[in-house]
């Protein structure tokens, strides 16, 4: 990715025409030379296979993005427009913001006036609109609640997802309800359905002690409550701290997921904390949903004071094997950690189950003059994962599951 800074508005070329870019903004490329993202300077009218588009221009918010393929990713209206979906034409509000994947079917947006769409549980009027890449309907926010039938019963929906196959896949409700899932009831009102109908996950509205594989546990209002197919909880976010013990330690954790067959799969530290490991003492970070970018490119955590150099984000909680081994986490600062090609600076570590090295997280601050390494030939740039096969034999960059 290549950024440039405009010192005056500059026109360049797009798969939709020439475009001009704003004087003072960042416009970015990507590596085949294509625009990956600028800030428009003035409303501009472009062509494209699903209607002449108008965007907005000329002010803070006014970025247009593409994909890599040179397919408008996303842009805001400077006006109500049609725009063609794969329903037909639908009317989109003046400054909504359309999104498109990559071969122009259009992924969400606003409608300005509410139009009523065929879908697996009939017609529905929907104010935003989603649809699926191979063009299905996703599905969307409703103008009015309305009452229909979802996998456990009738109830007056505000808005609804679906599967590619036209299943319902979440569902937010007009009023909350109590539900019931193995024995135990909840009061909800956003659930979420696996294909076959079950459960998924629901919203608590309440705090809630719910029976799991460690006994009674308290779950936060608000949390995201996840269960297995059949019907065994999964995991979420817990109303207190809590002190578990675990084959590292003891771990104070903020919430916790279990495998199916009740192990601890993973769970999110409260605060930093050092845990054994295959290669020592290590100190792993602290779960947060509160981040933005600092100034040198980092991830900055506002809750736990740590910047992350690296795509950290949903993978800060702490994971474990099912035979109570771990596997691995994001540190909270970069730690010298022995591997089998030599000593690293990592931000995060990863095992085997035999408790040999699976890959680790190679950091490198951007402001040192040396930004990357060379390992059998192999270059590394920060957040990139070094990684070795289950004897320590070297396999190169390895992707994130």
């Known amino acids: 990715m290549i950024t440039r800074m405009l010192k005056e508005d500059t026109f360049f070329d797009t798969s939709v025409g020439k475009l001009k870019f704003a004087k003072g903004s960042k416009i970015s490329f990507y590596d085949n030379g294509n625009i990956c993202e600028g800030r428009l300077a003035e409303n501009q009218v472009v062509s494209t296979p699903v209607g002449e588009l108008k965007f907005i221009g000329g002010i803070a918010i006014s970025y247009l993005a593409f994909h890599e393929n040179g397919v408008i990713k996303e842009g805001m209206l400077a006006e109500d427009q049609e725009i063609l979906t794969p329903v037909g034409e639908l009317t989109f509000a003046k400054n909504s913001n359309v999104v498109f994947y990559d071969n122009w079917v259009v992924e969400s947006g606003g409608l300005a ?30 103008a009015k609640p309305s009452e229909f039938s979802i996998p456990i019963g009738k109830f007056k929906l505000k808005s609804i997802l679906f599967y590619e196959n036209g299943k319902i896949e979440n569902v937010i409700l007009a009023e909350p309800c109590i539900i019931e899932i193995s024995g135990e009831k909840f009061e909800t009102s956003e659930i979420s359905f696996y294909e076959s109908g079950k459960i998924k996950e629901i919203v608590l509205n309440t705090p809630q002690e719910i029976t799991t594989p460690l006994g ?79 100034e040198d490119g980092g991830i900055k955590d506002l809750e736990n ?31 010298i950690v022995s591997t089998p090609s030599g000593n690293f600076k990592l931000s995060g570590i990863y095992f ?50």
């Open 216 to 294: 009674k546990l308290k779950f936060a209002k608000n949390t995201y409550l996840s269960f297995y197919e059949n019907g065994r909880i999964k995991g979420g976010k817990l109303a207190e701290n809590l002190y578990i013990k675990t084959l590292v330690g003891e771990l104070k954790v903020k919430d916790i997921y279990f495998y199916e067959n009740g192990e601890i799969k993973e769970c999110g530290l409260a605060e930093p904390q050092i845990v054994n490991t295959p290669v020592g003492k290590l100190k792993f970070a602290a779960v947060s949903n509160r981040f933005e970018i600092s």
């Open 305 to 335: 004071k740590q910047t992350f150099y690296g795509p950290v984000i949903g993978r800060l909680k702490l994971s474990f094997y099912e035979n109570g081994q771990i596997k691995g986490g994001i540190f909270a600062e970069p730690q």
């Open 113 to 142: 006036k509410p139009s009523a769409i065929t879908t697996s549980v009939g017609k529905l009027e929907f104010i935003t609109i989603l649809f699926h890449k191979n063009g299905n309907i996703r599905g969307g926010i409703l």
């Open 352 to 401: 085997y189950k035999n408790g040999n090295i699976k890959a680790g997280m190679f950091y490198q601050n951007p402001l040192d003059n040396a930004s990357e390494i060379t390992i059998n030939g192999v270059k590394f740039k920060s957040g990139d994962l070094i990684g070795w096969d289950e004897q320590g034999n070297f396999v190169g960059k390895m992707r994130y599951d």
